[in-house]
C-alpha cells in the first residue's frame, strides 16, 4: 500500500514511524514533513492546502490512502477536493469532510451541536462586533474566571482565561474590534469557566462505528506550573490516572456515542479523528472543545502505546469497516517532553544547529518544526521536538523523556522541567 500523511509536526513524524513499522506499507509519503519523517520515508514538498500539487502527486505515485494530519486542509475541504473528482477514486482518505470539520473549524458550531445532542459542556454565548454591547452585558453577569475563545482557527491559541472583568471586556474588544486573533476572532465564544482537571479522549470512526484510543493529558501553557501563554502543547503523558474505567464509560456513554449519533443525525459522513478535550469536573466528564484531527503533542504518547498495527485501524476507518477492528495496547506509561525555541510561543528564531539527537537512546525523538541541510538538522518552527519515553511507572516514564533531553542542545532551547509532575502528586 502506497500511503501519504499531510503536515509536517510532531503528530505527523509520529504517524510515519509507526505506519512505517506495518507489512502492508510499501511506500510512504510525507508532505511536507520535517527531518524526522525524511529519515524514514520520503518528503514531498508540497503545502497541505495545495490540493491541485497533491492530486497530482497522488496520481503519480499511485498513492492508496491519505492520513490528513493537521486541521486547516480538513477545515478547507481537502477530502471533498478528492471525493468530487473521479480520476482519483482510488484514493481512500483518513479525515472528515467540511462539514465535520466544521467540528474543530467553528466553536459556535460545535457548543450548538453538544447543546442538540445533550453533550455536557460550559454555558456559552456567541457574539459579533454587531453585538458588542450585549456581550460586554453578559460579561457583567459571569462569575471569575471566564473564557472567551476565537470561533475559528487561531493555531491553538485562540482562548483566553481572564481572572477579571476588566480584563475580560478589554480582550472581548480587543479580539472583536482590533482582529486580536485575525478573521478566526470575527466572532467570539464566550464561556463559563469549567473546574476540574483536564485530559483528551481519542475517538477513531468510519461515521457509524468507533474505536476509543488511548487518553492523554497534554500541559498547553508556556511557564511551568501551567503559568504564560498559551502554546500549541510542551508535553503530554497516557494513560491519564484519574481517567479509570468507571470515567471512560461515562465518556463514551455521555459524550462519544451522543456525538456519532449528533453526527448521523446531521447527515455528517465523518471519518477519522474526533479528538474530545474534556473536563473531569468530580467525575463527571464535560467537552470543553472539539477537534477533528489527532492532538500534538498527545500522539507523541497515544501512538507509542498502540501495540497493534495502526494501518489496519487506518485502513479500517477509509474502508468502514471499523465495526469488525479491535487493537491492543503497550501496559507501559509513555511521556513527551517539547523542546522549543526561545522566545516560542512569541518571536522566535529559526535555522539553529541541534546537536545530541543521535546520543538519546533512553527515548524516541519525534520531530517538529526542523529541517535538513548540508547534512545538519537545523530549527524551523516554534515547537522543535518532542522527547518521548517509556516506563512502567510515571516516574520511569519522565525520567526516560528527560535523560533524552538533557543530550539535545541549540541556541535558546527551552522547555518545561514539570511535565506530569501534578499527576505524580495526584498518585500520592
Not at 155 to 167: M, Q, W, Y
Amino acid at each position: 500500500m502506497n500511503i501519504l500523511i499531510l503536515g509536517s509536526g510532531g503528530r505527523e513524524h509520529a504517524f510515519t514511524w509507526k505506519i512505517k513499522q506495518s507489512p502492508k506499507c510499501d511506500r510512504l509519503f510525507v508532505a511536507p514533513g520535517n527531518a524526522g519523517t525524511a529519515e524514514i520515508a520520503e518528503n514531498v514538498n508540497i503545502g497541505v492546502t495545495d490540493f491541485e500539487a497533491l492530486g497530482a502527486f497522488i496520481l503519480k505515485e499511485n498513492i492508496d490512502l491519505m492520513v490528513v494530519g493537521p486541521e486547516v486542509p480538513l477545515v478547507e475541504g481537502v477530502r471533498d477536493f478528492f471525493e468530487a473528482d473521479e480520476k482519483y477514486s482510488q484514493l481512500k482518505i483518513v479525515g472528515p469532510k467540511k462539514d465535520g470539520a466544521t467540528l474543530e473549524g467553528s466553536k459556535d458550531f460545535s457548543k450548538a451541536f453538544m447543546q442538540e445532542y445533550g453533550i455536557p459542556t460550559a454555558a456559552y454565548q456567541t457574539f459579533t462586533a454587531e453585538t458588542i454591547e450585549e456581550g460586554l452585558t453578559y460579561l457583567d453577569g459571569m462569575n471569575t474566571p471566564i473564557v472567551l475563545k476565537a470561533d475559528g482557527l487561531a493555531a491553538g491559541k485562540g482562548v483566553l482565561i481572564c481572572e477579571t472583568h476588566e480584563d475580560a471586556k478589554a480582550s472581548f474588544k480587543e479580539m472583536l474590534l482590533e482582529a486580536k486573533f485575525g478573521a478566526a476572532s470575527a466572532s467570539v465564544v464566550v464561556e463559563e469557566f469549567l473546574t476540574g482537571i483536564e485530559l483528551s479522549v481519542f475517538v477513531l470512526t468510519d461515521g457509524k462505528d468507533y474505536v476509543i484510543l488511548p487518553e492523554a493529558k497534554d500541559y498547553k501553557r508556556i511557564g511551568e506550573q501551567d503559568t504564560g501563554l498559551n502554546t500549541g502543547g510542551m508535553g503530554a503523558v497516557s494513560p491519564v490516572s484519574f481517567a479509570g474505567d468507571e470515567f471512560m464509560k461515562r465518556v463514551e456513554d455521555r459524550v462519544v456515542k451522543p456525538t456519532i449519533n449528533g453526527l448521523q443525525d446531521r447527515g455528517i459522513d465523518y471519518n477519522g479523528f474526533i479528538f474530545i478535550g474534556l473536563m473531569n469536573d468530580n467525575g463527571d466528564p464535560k467537552v470543553i472543545e472539539y477537534n477533528v484531527r489527532m492532538g500534538d503533542p498527545e500522539t507523541q504518547v497515544v501512538i507509542p502505546r498502540i501495540k497493534s498495527d495502526f494501518l489496519d485501524l487506518l485502513e479500517a476507518a477509509a474502508n468502514g469497516q471499523l465495526g469488525n477492528t479491535s487493537y491492543e495496547v503497550y501496559d507501559e506509561i509513555a511521556t513527551t517532553v517539547v523542546m522549543v525555541a526561545g522566545g516560542y510561543p512569541e518571536a522566535y528564531g529559526k535555522g539553529d544547529e541541534i546537536t545530541g539527537i543521535a546520543d538519546v537512546n533512553t527515548a524516541t525523538v519525534f520531530h517538529a518544526g526542523t529541517k535538513a541541510e548540508a547534512g545538519k538538522t537545523l530549527t524551523n518552527g516554534g515547537r522543535v521536538l518532542n522527547i518521548t519515553g517509556k516506563g512502567d511507572s510515571l516516574n520511569a516514564a519522565l525520567e526516560n523523556a528527560y535523560a533524552g533531553v538533557n543530550k539535545i542542545s541549540w541556541d535558546k532551547a527551552n522547555f518545561r522541567k514539570d511535565i506530569g509532575q501534578d499527576l505524580l502528586k495526584l498518585e500520592k
